[in-house]
């Protein structure tokens, strides 16, 4: 009898031990793991595919490479979206983000083609200059809600935001500049 009390007791023990160093590895390893950050929308690339321009208009074919970047240990799922192009502040074309999904820890990458037309701008006087210039500075700005799927437990909003300029050199078709934020 005393020898399966104490063989009972050590592995009670065994038990309690193992329940406390689990307890401890979570308690450390959860606020990292569980820490849930907004994912970023950004251009990768753009290349101008066409171009043409009157003194008070013009319009141009862009291939846009769109990159929804993950941090996260869960995947972010959106749904179908779009982010406006604007010049001087009036919306000249549109990219459809179509639905989708951000693994965990990693960016979803896709093409998209986009056409920019504007052709009100006899108002504006700064299309003239900046056709003479040879650069176009084009803004976008755009917001993608969407949910992060943690363990296949926990889904929390969180919404990708991005803010990018961009200048197509009107010359040799390219895009010289892009800053995204």
Same mark, same amino acid.
Do not use: W
């Given at each position: $009898?005393?020898? =399966?009390?104490?063989? #009972?007791?050590?592995?009670?023990?065994?038990?309690?031990?193992?329940? +406390?160093?689990?307890?401890?590895?979570?308690?450390?390893?959860?606020?990292t793991?569980l820490?849930i950050? @907004?994912?970023? /929308?950004?251009?990768?690339? +753009?290349?101008?595919? @066409? &171009?043409? %321009?009157?003194?008070?208009? &013009?319009? $141009?074919? /862009?291939?846009?490479q769109?990159?929804?970047? #993950?941090?996260?240990?869960?995947?972010?799922?959106?749904p %179908? #979206?779009t982010?406006?192009?604007?010049?001087?502040? +009036?919306?000249?074309? =549109?990219? +459809?983000?179509?639905?989708?999904?951000?693994?965990?820890?990693?960016? %979803?990458? &896709?093409?998209?083609?986009? =056409? /920019?037309?504007?052709?009100?701008?006899?108002?504006?006087?700064?299309?003239?200059?900046?056709?003479?210039?040879? /650069?176009?500075?084009?803004?976008?700005?755009?917001?993608?809600?969407?949910?992060?799927?943690? !363990?296949?437990? $926990?889904?929390?909003?969180?919404?990708? =935001? $991005?803010?990018?300029?961009? *200048?197509?050199?009107? !010359?040799?078709?390219v895009?010289?500049?892009?800053?995204? *934020?």
């Open positions: $009898m005393k020898k =399966e009390g104490r063989k #009972n007791t050590k592995c009670i023990a065994y038990v309690a031990a193992f329940i +406390v160093f689990q307890t401890i590895i979570i308690v450390v390893f959860a606020p793991l820490k950050k @907004s994912p970023k /929308l950004r251009f990768g690339k +753009v290349d101008v595919e @066409s &171009f043409s %321009n009157s003194t008070s208009s &013009f319009t $141009m074919k /862009l291939q846009a769109v990159a929804v970047k #993950n941090t996260n240990f869960g995947h972010f799922k959106y %179908n #979206n982010i406006p192009i604007t010049y001087g502040g +009036v919306t000249v074309g =549109e990219v +459809v983000v179509p639905k989708g999904r951000a693994r965990a820890r990693s960016t %979803n990458r &896709f093409t998209v083609a986009v =056409e /920019l037309s504007y052709d009100q701008l006899s108002s504006n006087s700064t299309l003239g200059n900046d056709i003479n210039s040879g /650069l176009l500075p084009l803004v976008s700005q755009a917001k993608l809600p969407g949910k992060i799927h943690l !363990m296949k437990v $926990m889904k929390k909003k969180k919404t990708a =935001e $991005m803010y990018c300029t961009i *200048k197509v050199h009107l !010359m040799n078709r895009v010289q500049d892009l800053k995204c *934020k």
